[in-house]
T-cell receptor, first 114, second 111 residues
């Protein structure tokens, strides 16, 4: 079974731009969660999508949004980028919602905002 | 508080045992996890323990849980250079649909 894939792996943007990141879950997994990882704040939960609906949300501003498609693939969008948005963005997929099942992480997308 | 705390750095010699410690926040947490992150990679689940257990062993890995002190540890026996990575503990609070990660411990294995 193929693992969780994320595209692109690396991205460089400038302040004020917007960015879209993509995550393809493991086949059969319906839940996709997104996390932001920074040296200062560590790993922080952004949101979770299950069956095309956002089910849980962390404490991030509205500039961070996402969606999930019928094939469970998910995209995350960040608008009006700030320097502090530079981070590794990880997605994780799971068969079930939340942490009822093990979450499997992708390799991440490294976003650098200049 | 909200923070799951870990020491930042641990250095051990190849062949020795490593013990990585974690202090979590909520005594009602149902599951506690250990994840490994290698450079440039995502998180890999190593093991997890249910809150009604005191110990779990899985090959070279031993997890100890002290609920009274809200302390979790991961012991890696016969540590190898391939074990060099950052290790995160995480807690899943009962009733919550998300998990809180620790700050991560960087393990350096010296040949």
């Amino acid at each position: 079974k193929a693992g969780v894939t994320q595209t692109p792996r690396y991205l460089i943007k400038t302040r004020g731009q917007q960015v879209t990141l993509s995550c393809s879950p493991i086949s059969g997994h319906r839940s996709v969660s997104w996390y932001q990882q920074t040296p200062g704040q560590g790993l922080q939960f952004l949101f979770e999508y299950f069956s095309e609906t956002q089910r849980n949300k962390g404490n991030f501003p509205g500039r961070f949004s996402g969606r999930q498609f019928s094939n469970s693939r998910s995209e995350m969008n960040v608008s009006t980028l700030e320097l502090g948005d530079s981070a590794l963005y990880l997605c994780a997929s799971s068969p079930s919602i939340g942490w009822a099942d093990t979450q499997y992480f992708g390799p991440g997308t490294r976003l650098t905002v200049l | 508080g909200e923070d799951v705390e870990q020491s930042l750095f641990l250095s051990v010699r190849e062949g020795d045992s490593s013990v990585i410690n974690c202090t979590y926040t909520d005594s009602s947490s149902t599951y506690l996890y250990w994840y490994k992150q290698e450079p440039g990679a995502g998180l890999q689940l190593l093991t997890y323990i249910f809150s009604n257990m005191d110990m779990k062993q899985d090959q070279r890995l031993t997890v100890l849980l002290n609920k009274k002190d809200k302390h979790l540890s991961l012991r890696i026996a016969d540590t190898q250079t391939g074990d060099s990575a950052i290790y995160f503990c995480a807690e899943n609070r009962e009733g919550y649909q998300k998990v809180t990660f620790g700050t991560g411990t960087k393990l350096q294995v010296i040949p």
